[in-house]
């Protein structure tokens, strides 16, 4: 019996990365966020209707532009409320990683 109690406890992988409890999203900056989406959501499904309707080419990559440009928007809300969270609540070393870790995903997109 023991050996089943043992069995049934999750282990934590020894490659997994061990993350502290992260806080939780402000409900109003998640429907700012879920809305952004849905508004990106809603351009790309217009871009492949106009590719089914055959529209010109220029017209598409306008669409394809706001689409981005929204998933830009998007990025930055997040990133910067996670920024103004670390730097509120974290000592300055770990704030200043923080950050640069953020500034790092920004010039990855």
């Not at 830009?72 to 950050?99: F, G, H, K, N, W």
Request: with cysteine; charged share 30%.
């Amino acid at each position: 019996m023991k050996e089943e109690a043992e069995l049934a406890i999750p282990r934590a992988s020894h490659t997994a990365a061990v993350r502290p409890p992260q806080p939780r999203h402000d409900p109003h900056q998640v429907k700012r966020v879920r809305d952004r989406l849905r508004r990106a959501e809603g351009q790309v499904r217009g871009v492949q209707r106009m590719l089914d309707e055959n529209r010109p080419c220029e017209e598409i990559v306008t669409q394809l532009l706001a689409a981005r440009s929204a998933l830009d928007q998007v990025i930055r809300q997040v990133l910067l409320e996670q920024v103004t969270e670390c730097v509120s609540t974290l000592p300055p070393e770990q704030a200043q990683a923080a950050v640069a870790r953020a500034v790092s995903l920004l010039l990855r997109a």
